[in-house]
C-alpha cells in the first residue's frame, strides 16, 4: 500500500459560483468519510446530540432565551448553517439581511411542547429514523436545533445533525456555549452579520499544525500497519452473520445500562490504579463480550479488530471549532492466545494491556491526525470490514458541559441531568457509546431493528450487553462494594 502525499491545506475561498456572496471549502478528513457514509448508506449515523435538564425558568422565558442563544451559536459557529454542494464541499452563505436570518432560524430552531406524555429516548429515536438534510422555504438544513418539554420543569436540548458537522467533543462544548448564553437574563450582544463567515472552521491539517515535516516516514508507518491488518487471514470476532436489511429502517435498538455510583468510582479507582484508562476497560470487555457471544470452539486464528476506533481531534482546536474532526486508530488485537487463558480476570488485563499498547503506539505518531485526510474516504472501494460492532468513550461529561448552570443571583436555572445521543443506523454495524454524568458511567448499545428476531425481540443485543457489564464487574466488583 503505496503512502500517499502530504495532506494540504484547504482554505475557505470566494465561492464564484453563487449567486449571492458566499464562501466554499472541500469536506476534508472525518468530515468527508461521515458525509460519504451517509449518502451511501442512507443517511447512515446522522446523529443526535442533547442533554435532558430542568430549569427554575418559564416556558416561554426558556424558549425565548434558547432560540436568542442559538441565533448566537450561528455566529461564533456559522458552518451550522451550510449547505454540503453535490462536489462534497461546505457552502456558506452569510446573513444577508435580519429576513434572511429570521427564515433560518424560523427552520433551524424547533420549540416543541409534547406534555407529560414525552418519553425523551422515544424523541431520539423518532429523530434517528428521519433523513437529512431537512428542507425548508429552499433551503437544505444539515443541523437543526430541538428545545422540547415534557413534564415542566423537564425539558430535552437537542441538536439533530450531520456528523460532518457534530462529533461528540465539539458538540458538547457547543452546548456549553448555549447554555453559558441562556444564563443571562440581558440582551446579548448583538453580533455583526455578514462578518461571520471569518468564523468558518479552519480544515483539520491547517487546525492541527500541518501538514507535518515527518509525514513521509510517519505516514508511511501507519500505512504499513493498515496494509498488514488487511492482509491478515485472521477471523474477526463479530456478533454473527449480517442479518437481513431493514427498508426503511424502523424505530431501532437501544439498550442503556447505568452502572451504579459506586460501580462508576470503581471503574475510575481501578483503571488509574493499574495505569489503564476507563477506555481500555470498556473496550476490553466488549472485546471478550464478543468472544463469550460466539460458540466456545473457536478454532485458528481470532482477532479483535477495532479498525475504526476513534481519536478526537478536540484537544488540539478551540472550543468553537464545530465541525467533525476525528481519526480512525487502525487497532487490531490477536485474541488466540488471550483466549486460551482460563482466568477471565487476566483475559481482560491481558486485553487491556494489549490495548493500551496499541494506542499509544498510534497516538505517538503525529500523522495520526491527517491519516484520514490522506486516505481521501472513499475515494476507492473500501474493503468490507469484518467487524460490526464499535465502541467509542466520551468520558467525563462535566469535562467539556457543566450540570448546574446559575443566574446572577447565585441560583440554580439550569440542572442537567443526562445526556441524550442516538445515531440513524441503516447497516449492520452496532455502536456503543459510554459516557459518565453526575457521578455514574453510562453504556449504551444502538443498533438496527434488522438485529431483531422473528419474534421481534433483541435477545443477541441483550445478551452482548450484559456481557460488557459481567466483564467490568470481574475487575470492579470487590472495589465497589
Not at 87 to 95: D, E, Q, S
Not at 229 to 257: E, F, M, W, Y
Not at 372 to 387: E, N
Amino acid at each position: 500500500m503505496a503512502t500517499p502525499s502530504a495532506p494540504e491545506h484547504h482554505p475557505w475561498l470566494p465561492d464564484t459560483n453563487a449567486s449571492l456572496p458566499a464562501y466554499t471549502r472541500p469536506l476534508v478528513g472525518s468530515e468527508l468519510f461521515t458525509y460519504k457514509f451517509s449518502k451511501l448508506a442512507a443517511g447512515g449515523y446522522d446523529v443526535s446530540i442533547g442533554v435532558k435538564f430542568h430549569s427554575s425558568l418559564t416556558k416561554s422565558d426558556l424558549q425565548t432565551r434558547t432560540r436568542g442563544a442559538f441565533e448566537r451559536l450561528r455566529f461564533h459557529c456559522p458552518l451550522i448553517a451550510a449547505s454540503i454542494d453535490d462536489k462534497a464541499a461546505w457552502v456558506y452563505t452569510p446573513v444577508q439581511d435580519d429576513t434572511d436570518r429570521e427564515a433560518w432560524l424560523q427552520g433551524a430552531f424547533i420549540f416543541e411542547d409534547r406534555g407529560p406524555a414525552l418519553d425523551f429516548e422515544d424523541f431520539i429515536s423518532s429523530l434517528t429514523q428521519l433523513r437529512l438534510p431537512y428542507e425548508v422555504g429552499g433551503r437544505s438544513l444539515f443541523f437543526r436545533c430541538y428545545l422540547v418539554v415534557g413534564s415542566e420543569p423537564n425539558y430535552a436540548l437537542v441538536f439533530h445533525g450531520s456528523h460532518a458537522i457534530m462529533d461528540a467533543w465539539p458538540t458538547l462544548n457547543v452546548l456549553s456555549l448555549m447554555f453559558g448564553w441562556m444564563s443571562v437574563d440581558s440582551p446579548l450582544e448583538k453580533p455583526v452579520w455578514g462578518t461571520e463567515w471569518n468564523n468558518l472552521p479552519p480544515d483539520p491539517v491547517t487546525a492541527t499544525g500541518g501538514p507535518f515535516a515527518t509525514w513521509d516516514t510517519d505516514g508511511a508507518k501507519l500505512y504499513e500497519a493498515i496494509a498488514a491488518n488487511r492482509s491478515r487471514q485472521a477471523i474477526c470476532l463479530t456478533l454473527g452473520d449480517d442479518p437481513v436489511p431493514t427498508k426503511p429502517p424502523g424505530k431501532p435498538i437501544r439498550i442503556i445500562h447505568r452502572f451504579t455510583e459506586s460501580e462508576s468510582r470503581a471503574i475510575v479507582s481501578v483503571t488509574k490504579a493499574n495505569e489503564f484508562t476507563v477506555s481500555h476497560l470498556l473496550e476490553a470487555a466488549h472485546c471478550l463480550a464478543l468472544a463469550a457471544c460466539n460458540p466456545p470452539d473457536l478454532v485458528g486464528d481470532v482477532d479483535f479488530g477495532a479498525e475504526m476506533t476513534i481519536a478526537s481531534l478536540e484537544p488540539r482546536l478551540s472550543k468553537t471549532h464545530f465541525v467533525s474532526a476525528f481519526v480512525h486508530l487502525p487497532v487490531r488485537i490477536r485474541m488466540t492466545d488471550i483466549l486460551k487463558n482460563d482466568s477471565k480476570v487476566q483475559q481482560m488485563q491481558l486485553t487491556m494491556k494489549a490495548l493500551k499498547e496499541q494506542y499509544k503506539h498510534y497516538l505517538d505518531n503525529p500523522s495520526i491526525y491527517h491519516l484520514l485526510v490522506a486516505q481521501k474516504p472513499f475515494a476507492t472501494p473500501y474493503p468490507r470490514p469484518q467487524f460490526r460492532t464499535m465502541l467509542t468513550n466520551i468520558g467525563v461529561t462535566e469535562k467539556r458541559l457543566q450540570t448546574t448552570w446559575k443566574g446572577k443571583g447565585g441560583e440554580a436555572i439550569f440542572e442537567i441531568d443526562d445526556l441524550l445521543l442516538g445515531n440513524r443506523l441503516t447497516t449492520s454495524v452496532t455502536p456503543l457509546h459510554s459516557w459518565s454524568i453526575n457521578g455514574a458511567v453510562y453504556l449504551q448499545l444502538q443498533a438496527s431493528d434488522m438485529w431483531k428476531d422473528a419474534e421481534g425481540n433483541d435477545t443477541i443485543m441483550q445478551k452482548f450487553v450484559e456481557e460488557i457489564v459481567q466483564h467490568v464487574r470481574l475487575l470492579v466488583s470487590d472495589v465497589s462494594k
